[in-house]
């Protein structure tokens, strides 16, 4: 029994380390101003990946094999006092595995691609530090076994996806469009980090196992009353709408097309898009004992996944079709998650509730594979309907649905303009969030700056006064 457990620790810990080892040798070269060259970039990613997944299909095998359905690793105990404990976990079992496998798959194919498709990119360098980032951030999601883990790789993950986005900083559209997704990304942090507050505050601990019962996944029953339970799993649903790109914060995902092709497909199409089902995969069991709030779930779902299918019909740009495309599907594995802790609470139904949520994980596997294919082909298919074009003579035919026919004439160009707009849903968050919040901070700095003046007897400085741009033209569309 020892010897398997040591076998566990080693090998799990070897997935975790695979992708801090990455960082480690692609960052400090940075940091120290020696970038190394593409083909040494290229063997360690290629190492430290394949070393990550080869350890991840053993483990999967063992537990398998062993019929071992949940296998914690501790790193010890950081903070221990009473009412207050903290450690780091990481936990392999049905969910995080298959996770952590489609994770290092997908990194792996995208790596390679990005290695001929980044070649003598003056920021090549720079791009797979990111990556690597991103990498680590993954990994320590899915396998994280306390919130504080968790909060960690979501940081991680949120980071390296803001400053992708923001690649091509030396245009103004990228940068502008990194620090929205960053924008929407802190409203998720901090969702996440309340409800890390709020489970402490239940629990004393962040355990998951702690809170989502002692069975292994799917089959935990929640320790917790239906009010927290409501009150928790609906901080952890907003971090997940902002991580998700789910309604109302679906306006970053396009943005997000502005990096680079590679990381548009491990990112916004394949697994940081996925995050957000993945939470509340993990917190199933909790959800099961709120029926109000697994209606929010599913509500929130089906709205995706209708303004995702109606905006992307409209869209000029393969990267930012695709982008709603996977929305749309994101929107559905949201609405099947909901749906399922809906069914487990009104009928008790454990063992279908269980079958749906593992039919729940393969869509998210599935469906991350086939984005990841899309993404990457996309820069070629638009070769191919050029010739195809070309040989044919005209433009591909584009036929309407039956639901297009029967619409009127007028409503089509109104409809039409709501689509293109992306549901005005940028403008309402700036008018109903961005704006008041701003307004809130600028007469803090009002009064903060009222109080110095009379404490120091003369006028605070005033910020410079920058002569306003021209708008990109990506930005009034």
């Not at 909790?286 to 109606?310: E, K, N, Q, Y």
């Not at 949201?334 to 454990?350: C, D, F, P």
């Amino acid at each position: 029994m020892f010897d398997n457990e040591l076998l566990f620790r080693g090998l799990g810990l070897t997935v975790v380390c695979a992708p801090v080892l990455m960082v480690l040798l692609l960052g400090v070269s940075s940091l120290v101003g020696r970038p190394l060259r593409e083909r040494v970039i290229s063997r360690i990613v290629q190492a430290c990946v394949s070393g990550g997944l080869l350890a991840a299909l053993l483990v999967l095998a063992l537990m398998l094999s062993q019929g071992n359905r949940h296998v914690a690793i501790q790193l010890g105990s950081w903070v221990h006092i009473p009412h207050y404990h903290f450690q780091i976990e990481f936990v392999f079992d049905r969910l995080s595995v298959p996770f952590v496998i489609l994770t290092l798959l997908l990194c792996g194919t995208i790596g390679a691609f990005a290695n001929k498709y980044m070649h003598r990119e003056q920021g090549f360098n720079r791009f797979f530090v990111f990556y690597s980032l991103f990498v680590l951030g993954m990994i320590v999601t899915s396998l994280a076994g306390t919130i504080e883990t968790l909060f960690a790789g979501w940081e991680l993950v949120g980071l390296s996806s803001a400053l992708l986005v923001a690649y091509y900083h030396e245009r103004q559209g990228p940068v502008r469009n990194g620090l929205r997704v960053w924008c929407v990304y802190r409203v998720s942090d901090a969702a996440l980090l309340i409800a890390s507050v709020v489970l402490h505050h239940m629990t004393g601990e962040g355990q998951f196992d702690q809170f989502l019962g002692a069975g292994a996944w799917p089959e935990g029953v929640a320790s917790v009353t239906e009010h927290q339970a409501f009150v928790v799993v609906l901080l952890l649903l907003v971090a997940a709408m902002g991580k998700s790109a789910l309604v109302p914060f679906s306006g970053w995902l396009p943005r997000a097309m502005e990096g680079p092709t590679p990381s548009s497909a491990v990112f916004y199409g394949a697994l940081s898009v996925h995050l957000g089902a993945f939470l509340l995969l993990r917190v199933s069991p909790i959800m099961d004992l709120s029926p109000m709030l697994c209606a929010l779930v599913v509500m929130v779902g089906l709205v995706t996944a209708v303004f995702a299918a109606f905006a992307g019909r409209v869209q000029t740009d393969i990267k930012s079709a695709l982008s709603f495309a996977s929305m749309t599907q994101v929107g559905i594995i949201v609405a099947e998650i909901g749906l399922t802790s809906l069914i487990i609470h009104w009928t008790q139904w454990l063992a279908l509730g269980h079958v749906l949520r593992y039919l729940t994980l393969l869509h998210i596997l599935g469906h991350g594979c086939l984005r990841t294919l899309q993404f990457l082909r996309a820069p070629t298919l638009l070769l191919d309907y050029r010739i195809l074009e070309n040989a044919i003579g005209s433009s591909l035919p584009q036929t309407e649905t039956a639901i297009e026919r029967r619409i009127p004439a007028r409503l089509h160009v109104w409809f039409y303009r709501f689509a293109l707009e992306r549901g005005y849903l940028d403008a309402c968050l700036n008018n109903l969030l961005v704006d008041p919040f701003l307004k809130v901070l600028q007469r803090c700095d009002a009064m903060e700056r009222r109080w110095t003046d009379f404490l120091s007897g003369s006028q605070s400085r005033e910020s410079e006064q920058l002569k306003p741009t021209q708008e990109p033209l990506e930005d009034l569309i």
